[in-house]
């Protein structure tokens, strides 16, 4: 079996971008519409923030390592997670442990298909997940799992205009 394209490029240019002082979420190379989209999805350690500047610096250092991986046309985009962050693989799940995440299934389940609950502890071996749904403690294979996210409550931010508060949206 062939290795997949994403894991090739991240050995590729993870010491790269572990360099300039950043990890790497997720890499995912998808089509949309006619377009081949290459996603570098990066992070600050030490939570050093991400900014655009970033990006293109970042974007810049790994462009010539992947053209050398992959032959056909591409875009690259290099962003930062966000606030609501994406929960793509394992190791992101281990990462947000404690948080509030959203949930979406592919089947309905007694639970629901969709639902908010805090990522309680992961399984690497099983490849699963324990959330806890109000009073339910509830065990998911992630390979049952259509996309997650943690959650971030714009309402405390906006709750107040005091600069505390936006500034603390500024951070992103």
Do not use: W
Not at 5 to 12: D, H
Not at 23 to 51: M, P, Q, S
Not at 92 to 110: A, P, Q, R
Request: proline letters at 1%; aromatic letters at 8%; glycine letters at 4%.
């Amino acid at each position: 079996m062939s290795e997949k394209l994403e894991t090739k490029i991240e050995e590729k240019i993870n010491k790269i971008i572990q360099d300039l002082g950043f990890t790497i979420e997720y890499i995912e190379f998808v089509k949309e519409g006619n377009e081949n989209i290459l996603r570098v999805v990066i992070d600050g350690v030490d939570e050093k923030l991400v900014n655009i500047d970033d990006c293109e610096n970042v974007s810049r250092s790994i462009e010539d390592e992947i053209d050398k991986l992959i032959s056909k046309e591409y875009v690259l985009e290099v962003s930062s997670p966000g606030l609501e962050r994406q929960l793509k693989n394992i190791k992101l799940y281990k990462k947000y442990i404690g948080h509030e995440i959203f949930v979406k299934l592919f089947n309905k389940t007694e639970y629901g298909k969709e639902f908010t609950c805090i990522l309680e502890s992961v399984d690497e071996k099983d490849n699963t997940i324990s959330v806890k749904l109000e009073e339910n403690e509830i065990h998911i294979s992630v390979s049952d799992i259509a996309s997650a996210h943690t959650t971030y409550d714009f309402s405390k931010v906006l709750k107040n205009s005091d600069k505390t508060n936006i500034n603390e949206l500024n951070r992103f």
